[in-house]
């Protein structure tokens, strides 16, 4: 794998990070270098040498189970950048070329979030899970991601994404027609829902799996602001702001079929 391949990998994470608000700048000189050759020597400077400890706890494990590959060098652990106390692991898979992530692949990123009581993990493959991997997953993380409209609590209180390299490097949000998104914290969440005097459940769906809501690592019941901008040749004719609650959509029309019945 290419070095240049590798150099805009770790862009996209480093802004798909930086869109979930979270501290990235340890890195962020990263985004100014010009070449992949600036690049290879930052990665060189992480390799941990033997009786030295590594520059994160993710490229430590990987090095002391000897599971280390070039694409292994661009994990990291990230805190929050308002909240120090939230972590995210993000693990990339040394993987296989053309081959699915195997059951085995999995575990070491499970592991890293399980012994460290890290809420929150992104697994970076090559290709997609194989079912094996996918049901272990599964079962591993089941139900971590409760439908709002019935008002249950996270099941494990964990939140694990996968995204191919491939679905990583598309960004929708940067887009010229794409409207501008925010997520709204808890506060300005039951501010606007106690303002309006509506229910949850009266807003607008989108699902969680959508791109966006993928992108910006949204789970079911918060609530997302878009708003959209039309211009006329230098100038603002108008701006439009709405909102919608993510769910899960395949949930919510079964819960909503069986209302009807």
């Not at 990998?9 to 802004?15: F, G, R, S, Y």
């Not at 970076?124 to 599964?138: C, H, K, M, V």
Request: aromatic content about 10%; some cysteine.
């Amino acid at each position: 794998m290419s070095i240049e391949y590798l150099f805009q990998l770790k862009k996209e994470i480093i802004l798909m990070m930086r869109d979930r608000n979270f501290d990235v700048s340890e890195e962020a000189k990263i985004l100014e270098y010009k070449t992949a050759e600036e690049f290879q020597d930052y990665l060189k400077e992480l390799k941990p040498e033997s009786g030295k400890d590594a520059r994160n706890i993710v490229i430590e494990y990987l090095f002391d189970n000897k599971i280390m590959g070039n694409r292994s060098l661009l994990s990291n652990v990230y805190c929050g950048r308002d909240d120090t106390s939230r972590k995210c692991i993000v693990y990339v898979n040394r993987g296989k070329l053309d081959k699915k992530v195997g059951k085995g692949e999995v575990k070491p990123f499970i592991k890293l979030l399980l012994g460290n009581k890290i809420k929150e993990g992104i697994f970076i493959s090559e290709n997609e899970l194989t079912p094996q991997a996918a049901s272990y997953w599964n079962s591993t993380f089941a139900l971590t991601h409760a439908n709002p409209l019935k008002d249950k609590p996270e099941r494990k209180g964990y939140f694990v994404q996968q995204f191919t390299d491939v679905k990583l490097m598309y960004n929708p949000l940067n887009h010229v027609y794409a409207p501008k998104y925010r997520l709204m914290n808890s506060k300005e969440a039951k501010d606007f829902l106690e303002r309006n005097k509506i229910k949850p459940a009266n807003l607008p769906l989108i699902d969680v799996q959508d791109p966006v809501c993928r992108r910006l690592g949204i789970r079911p019941g918060q609530i997302l602001e878009i708003v959209r901008e039309i211009f006329v040749p230098y100038m603002l004719v108008n701006k439009e702001i709405s909102y919608r609650i993510a769910t899960i959509i395949a949930d919510t029309k079964k819960t909503r079929k069986k209302k009807t019945i």
